[in-house]
């Protein structure tokens, strides 16, 4: 009998749904915290994320099925043994995390981050020009199921949008233009909006260097929800305190939580939540990763192909 | 030769297109301040909005033509002549309030206003479950350019839309259901978000009672982007505290500047903006406004129909 842990934050109907595609399983419920080395080395299948130095590269362990997108602590050698099968959450994130990068840039665009501090002072101040995302050209950086959303809505809203991807292949809905990420420096200059959905790989990391910065228009919105190792704490600091962009909104760190002598907290320009967008907060989330384990147990209880399997390469998913 | 006074902020190509349309007229331009009473009493067209109390129902003024959507000072008696057609700006100011509006609901939707203060306090702090506007109810209360432009937004990003108008019509792009105002009660129940559009009028003071917060959903978030007169202060600040809604979001107030000590300033469920949303910070607000006090400035001259006459009954345009 084959023994799956169960991290996804699931209520009573989403354990029959799961205990549905394991017929003959013993199912056992955790938090993600609550996930020893004792429990880990039991499992044959964990569905949900796990502290991955806990996994101690188990041999008996099959499929880790992540809920989340990115997969970088598993993919470290040593983490996992050879025989497991590691699969990521793309297409749980898409809606959550790419409205809220959309909220991000219209906050930013309009003003509302430095109206709320103004509003905090007890001041009616009035901040001056706006722009209008209709009006803009948006460079979607990661044209995964995060980005397409997000791209989506930009151009629902007017906008001019242009992806960027790694692989060529046809135009996506929602997406205007498409370029190759070799491409990026020559597309940076036309943007009025640059918004980043990478996963965190050695190809992404500082990737939005000091002089892609510059090369940006200076009215030019920045927004991360990737991961934020694709841009340094310094590099963005020094481009928001030297006009060399407009604002920034980030979701995600260099180091997370932002360490508290950190001089993004106090830039008027930059607007940080701290990497919820792609939690459950949004019911959605949970709904599309309980369908997807459910899924990939029940493929890998029959030998069948799996969804979303990591390319321990590249970090993405194949 | 007819005097033209313009206190519309123009541009040099903006005289142009103005003066294109009242040839052998004399242009005066100055700021809606320095509309003197001496400068008004010599003009036939003024061409911008003017202080009210300078106008002494001045009778060689021919064509108020205002550069705002609100006509509430005009019309109060003894301000006009009886023989000035007033005319407001219906029409130029959808794209900067609907986009304003749209930003507010997604910021309070997504906890940004809460974030923002979390980042102030240099705390990572996670504020929990968001909600989509694309699972949303959306009533829209008042259906003129402005709310119709919030509506399409609304729906693109997959909300169901509700309209509420004072007369029967077809169901205008954008919106999915249209009730009159005498049903806004029965509607309050469904809406996740209530946004309020509406002109300040005897009809429309006050509107939002105590009972008509009570009676929305708990989770609901109220915007208003009309004229401050349609929520009473005190009322929308005792909805908020109790959790009658879960938050607002307001351009506008019952007396603007906000008073130092009103309570508004410190509720944190409150994002408040100092009527900003309708100036000329969107580029295209100023546009239409010259196109539309061309277009009605060459139509006074020769005698012909002008747009948007203010209805000094209801105070919207005829």
Redesign the interface.
């Known amino acids: 009998m084959k023994t799956i842990l169960v991290t996804l934050p699931v209520e009573e109907r989403h354990k029959k749904i799961l205990e549905a595609a394991g017929e003959d399983c013993r199912f056992h419920y955790c938090a993600m915290q609550e996930a020893t080395k004792e429990l880990i080395a039991e499992a044959d299948v964990i569905l949900g994320c796990v502290p991955a130095g806990n996994i101690q590269a188990s041999e008996r362990l099959g499929l880790l099925q992540l809920y989340s997108a990115g997969a970088d602590p598993y993919i470290a050698p040593g983490v996992l043994h050879e025989n497991t099968v590691l699969c990521n959450a793309t297409g749980c994130y898409g809606?959550?995390v790419g409205?809220?990068a959309?909220?991000?840039v219209?906050?930013l665009?309009?003003n509302?981050?430095r109206?709320?501090?103004?509003?905090?002072r007890?001041c009616?101040?009035?901040?001056?020009?706006?722009?209008?995302?209709?009006?803009c050209t948006v460079l979607i950086v990661g044209l995964g199921d995060i980005g397409l959303h997000f791209a989506r809505?930009c151009k629902?809203?007017g906008a001019h949008t242009v992806g960027v991807k790694r692989r060529p292949g046809p135009c996506p809905e929602g997406v205007d233009e498409l370029v190759l990420s070799a491409e990026l420096d020559s597309v940076l200059p036309q943007a009025d909006v640059v918004a980043s959905f990478l996963p965190g790989t050695g190809d992404t990391r500082a990737l939005y260097t000091a002089e892609r910065f510059a090369a940006m228009k200076k009215t030019a919105v920045f927004v991360n929800c990737g991961r934020g190792s694709a841009v340094e704490s310094r590099v963005l600091c020094d481009a928001l305190k030297s006009g060399q962009i407009a604002a920034a909104g980030i979701d995600v760190c260099e180091i997370?939580?932002?360490p508290?002598e950190s001089p993004l907290?106090e830039l008027e320009n930059?607007?940080?939540?701290?990497h919820?967008s792609g939690?459950f907060?949004?019911q959605?989330v949970l709904e599309k990763n309980v369908r997807l384990a459910a899924e990939n147990l029940a493929a890998f209880l029959a030998g069948k192909e799996l969804k979303n399997v990591v390319d321990f390469e590249t970090g993405y998913k194949k």
């Not at 930059?270 to 701290?274: E, I, N, Q, V, Y």
């Open positions: 809606k959550a409205e809220h959309f909220a991000m219209l906050t665009q309009k509302l981050h109206y709320r501090d103004a509003q905090r007890h009616w101040t009035d901040f001056g020009q706006v722009c209008s995302l209709a009006d809505l629902a809203m997370e939580p932002l508290e907290w930059l607007l940080l939540t701290p919820i939690n907060h949004l959605d």
